[in-house]
């Protein structure tokens, strides 16, 4: 299993990014994908997943409405469209991987992704 994380760079306050991870060496259609940030001094939060197989997405509290995830099967890719953007965005964005009936047995919650794949993350920062 390979994630790789790409689109993380600096923006200002109000803007816009798209992050993408690219996955490889598994059946995409069988796993479930979250995204998670770590700020500075701050635990990894979850703030979105999407099953690749139905397209049913979660979304925490911090990032709903804000953020939009989505998925192209045929590319193996998961976006994560992120709008109006505030510093307290700013952190090391990563994508899990996990799959489906492993995600199910640990409660379909984030936590369930410390058991997954992950990518290497990459830095989202947003000034004021």
């Known amino acids: 299993v390979q994630l790789v994380e790409s689109g993380g760079e600096m923006v200002q306050a109000g803007g816009s990014l798209r992050l993408s991870c690219a996955a490889s060496?598994?059946?995409?259609?069988?796993?479930?994908i979250g995204w998670f940030r770590q700020a500075p001094g701050k635990e990894r939060e979850g703030i979105s997943s999407?099953?690749?197989?139905?397209?049913?997405?979660k979304y925490a509290d911090s990032v709903k409405g804000r953020f939009t995830i989505s998925k192209d099967n045929a590319k193996n890719t998961v976006y994560l469209q992120m709008d109006r953007l505030t510093p307290e965005d700013t952190a090391v964005y990563y994508c899990?991987?996990?799959?489906?009936?492993?995600?199910?047995?640990?409660?379909?919650?984030?936590?369930?992704?410390?058991?997954?794949?992950w990518g290497q993350g990459i830095q989202v920062t947003v000034s004021s």
């Open positions: 899990s991987a996990i799959r489906r009936p492993l995600y199910r047995f640990f409660g379909s919650t984030f936590r369930a992704f410390k058991t997954g794949s």
């Open positions: 060496g598994f059946i995409f259609e069988d796993y479930v």
């Open positions: 999407i099953t690749s197989s139905d397209g049913f997405t």
